[in-house]
Antibody, heavy 124, light 111 residues
């Protein structure tokens, strides 16, 4: 069965970086892109970006552009999301989700399998 | 301020039919397919409606989606207590180099 298993909770200081992993299993990794979505406390879902697991193409949300890098390791079927220059408003649960394909642009936000979520807490 | 506009909250009684609206523009809903997600506290969101009106396997037919112009809606009939959750619409938006946009979410309370 398809699974997306994320790394554990992180506590970070303002100005530092965090890297969250998402290991996929149960399907052919390079056929489906991976999206990252976060939810801050008391807020709604916010899309952060997408990476093609086929060729590494990425597209990032304007809000985090310049601070985020999404990568994949096809040898371990793992996707990564690194967020730099952390601010207190980056405190959120971060989810990876399987997209519908690895083709650019990812115009279909069809997230059929999700990771369990990773809580990232940023404090001063 | 979300690009897609949803009512923040809605309530209904068991057995009732409720509709959640999602309003956008020509750069998102007006040009692209709409998706709906159900989110229960402490769990990952669940895909409820795909491509405007398609139910993934396992989603009860009490849930239905529709789209007209730059707006979409999610209808839930035969409301049940387990339907109490947050609901989000999502679509691609081709402004600002393109990105996925979510609605602000609607908290559905089953009275």
């Amino acid at each position: 069965q398809v699974q997306m298993v994320q790394s554990g909770s992180e506590e970070k200081k303002v100005g530092t970086s965090v890297k969250v992993s998402c290991k996929a299993s149960g399907y052919t990794f390079n056929r489906f892109g991976v999206h990252w979505v976060r939810q801050a406390p008391g807020q709604g879902l916010e899309w952060m970006g997408w990476i093609s697991t086929y060729n590494g193409n990425t597209i990032y949300a304007q809000k985090v552009q310049g601070r985020v890098t999404m990568t994949t390791d096809t040898s371990t079927d793992t996707a990564y999301m690194e967020l730099r220059s952390l601010r207190s408003d980056d405190t959120a649960v971060y989810y990876c989700a399987r997209g519908d394909s690895s083709s650019w642009p990812p115009v279909h936000p069809l997230f059929d399998y999700w990771g369990q979520g990773t809580l990232v807490t940023v404090s001063s | 301020q979300s690009v897609l506009t949803q009512p923040p909250s809605l309530s209904g009684t068991p057995g009732q039919r409720v509709t959640i609206s999602c309003s956008g523009s020509t750069s998102n809903i007006g040009s692209y397919l709409v998706y709906w997600y159900q989110h229960l506290p402490g769990t990952a969101p669940k895909l409820l409606i795909s491509k405007n009106n398609q139910r993934p396997s396992g989603v009860p037919d009490r849930f239905s989606g529709s789209k007209s112009g730059t707006s979409a809606s999610l209808a839930i009939s035969g409301l049940r207590s387990e339907d109490e959750a947050h609901y989000y619409c999502a679509a691609w938006d081709d402004s600002l180099s393109g990105q996925v946009v979510f609605g602000g979410g609607t908290k559905l309370t089953v009275l």
